[in-house]
């Protein structure tokens, strides 16, 4: 079956505007995480859904950052006033219950803050 | 919480040769500790995992070992290729938990000569 998805693959913007960067999990997978990764760095924790609910959000840096999963399954993640330092690629993966179970990462979006 | 050192940060073989990348953990109640490989501009792959109720693990030419006691994990590649050229992470979770996110090393890139 299909694997993770996300779009874009690529995106551009300027300082202060808002972004959203959409994940598409497996089809049946209950858990979805989001991650952060920055130039020569591992993937860093943002958010935890499980269902449509997000059960952990710990790892979200600050107001700016929300994400939703209105119906348990494609994600949403939102980025206001977006900043330089926010330049990253933002990795997408889901596993099947979110209990440790296998994590399978989507091919993440390059965000690029002018 | 959790933090993952992972060494070194870049490991140079020639091809046929052994390779070890090395990761300590110090949350003690973490059980469940994947690898990963990204190659430039891929997603990341799982290529073995342990829980904590196993000393070691095999597939073909990888291996994992844990020692639990000294909050340590290694990964082992024997007889190296090219293809094994990436950038590999070590991380860890609780397995079972109520989250399950991953905590990253940050990663050591490999370099197979041929």
């Known amino acids: 079956g299909a694997g993770v998805s996300q779009t874009p693959s690529n995106k551009v913007t300027e300082k202060g505007k808002y972004v959203e960067l959409r994940c598409d999990p497996i089809s049946g997978h209950t858990a979805l995480y989001w991650y952060r990764q920055s130039l020569g760095q591992g993937p860093e924790f943002l958010i935890y859904f499980q269902g449509t609910g997000a059960a952990d959000d710990s790892g979200l840096p600050n107001d700016r950052f929300f994400a939703v999963r209105p119906e348990g399954s494609v994600s949403t993640l939102k980025i206001q006033r977006t900043e330089r330092g926010d330049s990253a690629v933002y990795l997408c993966a889901s596993s099947l219950n979110g209990r440790g179970a296998e994590q399978f990462f989507g091919p993440g979006t390059r965000l690029t803050v002018l | ?114």
């Open chain 2, 1 to 114: 919480g959790e933090n993952v050192e992972q060494h070194p940060s870049t490991l140079s073989v020639q091809e046929g040769d052994s390779a070890v990348i090395k990761c300590t953990y110090s949350d003690s109640a973490s059980n469940y500790f994947p690898w990963y490989k990204q190659e430039l501009g891929k997603r990341p792959q799982l290529i073995i995992d342990i829980r904590s109720n196993v000393g070691e693990k095999k597939d073909q030419r990888i291996a994992v070992t844990l020692n639990k006691t000294a909050k340590h994990f290694s990964l082992h590649i024997t007889e190296t290729q090219p293809e094994d050229s990436a950038v590999y992470f070590c991380a860890a979770s609780i397995y079972g938990g109520s989250q399950g996110n991953l905590i990253f090393g940050k990663g050591t890139k490999l370099s197979v000569k041929p």
